[in-house]
Structures are given as structure tokens and as C-alpha cells.
């Protein structure tokens, strides 16, 4: 074996593709969410707020047809299929996924779509019209839920992954030395010739 060959051969062994990660932090994101949604249904709705924070953060049930700060509730449909889109955008993507860092950016916005495509299309009045259990309220903000912030968080961690280059495959961006990792540290070596 030459030491191309042996080279080529480590570099292939290390990388695997991430999917078990972006499934299980998806799953995740989707059941923590979805358990929070039915347990404020059942024990906050139709009561009075739970303060956790003076009035500044309060658990109070509501129900959304609309977009972030209930913007567009007359455009259900159309959130139900940008939901939708999403999670046939990111189980495209996961077939080149090959980076960790990536899977958890994915797999909690996959998490989080999934949960607020659950609330259209299986809450009140049905079909793809329902309205997004929310219950999380930030005084002067808004009242968001669980897969809100999935969706946020996954989306802030995509945005800086891109700025910084990192790609979904895991090789590290053309304008950095290949013998560098992120965070900047040496690459291992891989050339037993060396």
C-alpha cells in the first residue's frame, strides 16, 4: 500500500456520516417539545399565567395560527408548507452530512419544524390550518414554544457555520490550510511516511 493510498484510507475510516446524531437530537428536540405542549395544554390552559420571572417570563397557554409574533394568522397554509419544505430541505442535506457540528444545527431545526408542522396539521381547526401551542411569554417580545427556540437556535448556529466556511461534509473550507482543523489546531498527521 502506498502512502497515498494509506493517507487516503484514514481520512476516509475518520469521517462517517452524522445522520444517527441529526435524527437523535430531532427526535429529541420533537418529543421534549411535543411532551411541553400537552402538559401546558392540560394543566395551563384556561388558567391564569405561571410567573417564573416576576411578569418578566411567564408560562401562559395560547394558541397561534400565525408566523413569530403572530404576524400572518390569516396565512396558515402557507406556514404549513414552509414547515414542510424544511424538513424535505434538511433530509436532502443529511446525505452529504458528514459533520457533527452541522447534525446539531439540523437536527434542532428538524426537531423543531417538526413539532410546529405537528400543531398545523393536528391541532384545532385541522387540517393544514391548525394553530402552534405557545406558552413560553417574554414580556415585551413575544410567546414562543420549545420548537420555537429549536428553530431559532438550529437557524443561528446554520448562519454561523456558514460564516465561518464549515461544510457539511466535514472537509474544512478551501481558504484554510488543510493541515489545520477548526478551532486551530494541527491536523493529526496521516502520512506514516512523514
Known sequence: MTSDAGAAGAEGAGRKRRIPLLLTLAGLAYAIDLGSKLLVVARLEHHAPVEVIGSWLELRVSRNAGAAF??????????????????????????????????V??????????????????????????????????????VMNL????????GALIVLFSFLGWELSGTPPQDVPTDRLPGGRPAPDTDPGA
Open 147 to 154: 420548537a420555537d427556540w429549536a428553530i431559532v437556535c438550529g
Open 70 to 103: 403572530s404576524m400572518g394568522t390569516a396565512m396558515t397554509f402557507v406556514f404549513t408548507a414552509i414547515a414542510a419544505a424544511v424538513v424535505g430541505v434538511v433530509a436532502r442535506l443529511a446525505r452529504k452530512l458528514y459533520s457533527a457540528p452541522w447534525a
Open 105 to 142: 444545527a439540523l437536527g434542532l431545526l428538524l426537531g423543531g419544524a417538526l413539532g410546529n408542522l405537528t400543531d398545523r396539521l393536528f391541532r384545532a381547526p385541522g387540517g393544514p390550518r391548525g394553530a402552534v401551542v405557545d406558552f413560553i411569554a417574554v414580556r415585551g417580545f413575544s
